[in-house]
């Protein structure tokens, strides 16, 4: 994106402003108010992100006693890392770098030189940066370089890992390769640069690798790379600081960008001034599941800008549209045609005679049929957007009067079954998972057992591979003991991309990567999570705490949450007064998360195959 306004006068922005909401950016200018303190979660974070930050230095420190640390802030720290590139420093600790033109700050972690003299960036980071490969496909291995010899040429590439695609910490990176590029310090061969996660090993990143899914001018879809997606959304914050400023001046002055409902929300310091906004009945699109700007910006361009305007469009002409038929252009081609014309005639008006046999099939068969075709929901045509009818029945169950509705051409609701079934929830924290939880139903006891396989030491490398076996051998024991007895098994969980992923850990740990991946893929294992998009909707979130009260499950814990829960995991392992109640909390947590998976799975098959179809509701 190339800057629309003069932005000489915008502070100098950080790695942070390109990865967060760009309403913050605005809010932070316009926007009267006390920040809110951050929750005991994100103090957590903080806190644990603070001391692993120290820990990892002090053995970068202890592997390159050369390494040049810098102290302070403001412009002598910014002379202190120019002085320590020029003598050729190996590592550059808590450098401050400045770049006035492009009006960018930033303190990356470390600044590693390069064998052409010049640098790269790297951040430490209290979180994951690798993911255990799958072993299907074609996935590009993980290029990785040691702590004790933190370069890229010194990297090699993992076939066992994948890097973990988070975008907010690549865009901080690309934040600090364009500082590094504008004062002429930056490594010549390539924009790499690297993070440093709980695995302790520096996972480096091509920034120019295409890898992000964005819409183009067109709208339709294109992949960017992590420079181009940075430079977008850094220009972009640019220029909505210099109009939000203008605005300051001259309340005439339009705004560049209203309140969106994105995953930032529930974090963000405005919350509580958007939040009102958003949701002031019928509430805004964004509130929708996975209309994220893009979509959002896409709606309100056709000035659909509420739930209410995108549940009176038209299903029909938006299947229409979804098949890239032209139904706009086409309506205006043949306004002024006999409306008893067959649409197959209409070669010398409409030479695309592939979109003409499509509406012909789809029972459009005259112009006066055409016409008859809603004009609004027309406005979409080229957009882009095959979900766009998924988007107005979510609309329509969103203000509907039911909690839940069976989707279209969902007239019975299949749930996989079994004699044995099995509930599975994991509880994990950044370094890995500390619980697994079963919860084992038989049709010959009406009464489910709770088995939890858990450890409360420190975790480690060996500590949570050893427990997780134990589930593991546990779980495929009871699976093998239950077909040799002539009955059938099923394993539940909700959303399995993350118990798929450390269930994939346990393969690498003890070599029996093919066991697990054979298991995963096979139909005893029930995504529940996957069975409830196919046939329900709700205009909401399908998170497991959202749905599971549809089906009248209550937590017998207060605020139930991943976040709450890795709070309670830091004082179960610190011994002291309250770590036992801490433990009992966690056990008691999981226990209701696999039961309320197996409340779900009773739901769908009971009252919600009774549940009225999205097909029913009209605006």
Aim: hydrophobic share 45%; glycine share 8%.
């Amino acid at each position: 994106m190339t800057r629309r306004y003069d932005t000489s006068a915008v502070p100098l922005q950080g790695g942070y402003v390109a990865k967060q909401c760009p309403v913050r950016a605005q809010n932070d200018v316009l926007v009267p108010g006390v920040r809110v303190d951050p929750g005991a979660f994100q103090q957590r974070l903080f806190d644990n992100g603070n001391a692993f930050e120290d820990i990892t230095v002090a053995e970068i420190l202890l592997g390159t006693p050369d390494t040049v640390v810098i102290e302070g802030g403001g412009s002598d720290a910014e002379a202190a890392t120019l002085a320590a590139m020029r003598v050729g420093a190996p590592i550059i600790l808590n450098g401050r770098l400045i770049d006035t033109a492009g009006r960018r700050v930033g303190k990356p972690d470390l600044l590693i030189r390069a064998g052409d003299g010049g640098y790269r960036a790297a951040d430490i980071k209290w979180h994951m940066a690798l993911e255990v490969a799958k072993p299907t496909g074609n996935p590009a291995p993980a290029l990785i370089s040691p702590i004790t010899s933190i370069n890229l040429e010194s990297a090699s590439a993992d076939v066992d890992f994948v890097v973990r695609r988070n975008e907010g910490d690549v865009l901080q990176l690309a934040h600090y390769q364009r500082m590094l590029e504008a004062l002429g310090v930056a490594a010549l061969d390539g924009r790499f640069a690297a993070i440093i996660g709980t695995e302790r090993r520096a996972v480096w990143y091509d920034l120019d690798k295409p890898m992000w899914k964005t819409l183009s001018l067109s709208e339709t879809t294109k992949l960017r790379s992590t420079m181009e997606r940075y430079d977008f959304e850094f220009d972009f914050r640019l220029d909505i600081i210099a109009v939000a400023q203008q605005r300051q001046v001259d309340a005439t002055v339009d705004l560049l960008v209203v309140p969106v409902r994105i995953s930032e929300c529930p974090s963000c310091p405005w919350a509580e001034y958007c939040g009102p906004i958003l949701e002031t009945p019928p509430g805004d699109v964004s509130l929708l599941p996975r209309v994220g700007w893009e979509l959002w910006k896409a709606h309100r361009e056709r000035n659909v800008r509420n739930r209410a305007d995108l549940a009176a469009l038209d299903t029909r002409t938006a299947q229409l549209v979804a098949a890239k038929i032209d139904v706009a252009g086409l309506m205006d081609a043949v306004s002024d045609s006999n409306p008893s014309t067959p649409v197959l005639d209409l070669g010398a008006l409409w030479p695309v005679a592939r979109q003409l046999k499509q509406l012909h099939e789809a029972g459009v068969t005259t112009v006066a049929d055409v016409l008859s075709l809603d004009a609004p929901t027309a406005r979409y045509s080229n957009a882009g957007i095959a979900s766009l009818r998924e988007q107005i029945d979510q609309a329509r169950a969103a203000l509907g009067a039911e909690p839940a509705y069976r989707r279209r051409g969902i007239d019975a609701v299949h749930v996989p079954r079994a004699d044995v079934e099995v509930d599975v929830d994991m509880e994990s924290t950044e370094l890995g998972a500390y619980l697994w939880g079963a919860l084992v139903s038989q049709t010959t006891s009406p009464d489910p057992e709770y088995l939890p396989f858990v450890t409360w030491e420190p975790m480690s490398a060996d500590e949570e591979p050893a427990n997780a076996l134990v589930f593991w051998r546990w779980l495929m024991g009871l699976r093998n003991a239950t077909l040799a007895a002539g009955l059938t098994f099923c394993a539940y969980c909700w959303n399995a991309s993350a118990e798929n992923q450390y269930l994939r850990r346990i393969g690498r740990a003890w070599d029996i990567a093919e066991e697990v991946e054979a298991f995963t893929s096979s139909d005893e294992w029930v995504d529940l999570y996957r069975v409830w998009e196919t046939n329900f909707i709700t205009g909401g979130g399908s998170g497991l705490k959202v749905i599971a009260p549809i089906a009248g499950f209550r937590w017998e814990v207060d605020d139930p949450g991943g976040g709450e829960s890795m709070v309670m995991y830091d004082r179960a392992i610190d011994i002291g007064a309250d770590s036992a109640a801490a433990r009992a909390w966690l056990l008691l947590y999981n226990q209701g998360d696999v039961r309320a998976t197996r409340a779900v799975r009773e739901w769908m098959d009971t009252a919600g195959a009774r549940a009225p179809s999205i097909a029913s509701v009209h605006p």
